[in-house]
């Protein structure tokens, strides 16, 4: 009894043991699902409570929802925004553009997968009084058909 029970506890360890050392599933390759479409808009939703703002963000999900981006191999970008570089940060969890000069922003990656691009970015606005509010934007993108 005591040999049967002492060969379950070695089974069960090296069972164990087996499953705890599989390889993890491989990081995807952000490069190729990145470059692989050109982006559009699906949708934009700002992060915030206040209705004024709310209100005012209107003008700017009607602007959002033409954004179109492709992003190149080689680090360079063309959109509805215009043209520039861009990069991963050094985890792969933001995409940078225009790095080294004054325009440079970054967008948080919330999702990046074959079918959608998920991102965050922010929206600076002025009102007519000249107050500055800032609201964090989540951008879904999906590829162009």
Known sequence: MK????????LLFIVSATVACTKD?????????????TWVMS??????????????MEGIYLVLSYTQITFNENGTYSG???????????DNK????????????EWPIRELNAG????????VMV?????VDKVKINLDLVPKK
């Open 80 to 90: 509805t925004d215009g043209n520039g570089t861009w990069e991963f940060s050094s």
């Open 127 to 131: 009102d007519t009084e000249n107050n």
């Open 3 to 10: 040999n049967n029970l002492l060969r379950l506890f070695a």
């Open 94 to 105: 933001k995409i940078i553009f225009d790095q080294n000069t004054y325009n440079k922003t």
């Open 43 to 56: 949708n934009a939703k700002a992060e915030t409570d206040d209705p004024e703002l709310l209100e005012r």
């Open 25 to 37: 599933d491989p990081e995807p390759d952000y490069m190729k699902l990145l470059t692989a479409h």
């Open 116 to 123: 959608s691009l998920k991102v965050s970015c922010v929206a």
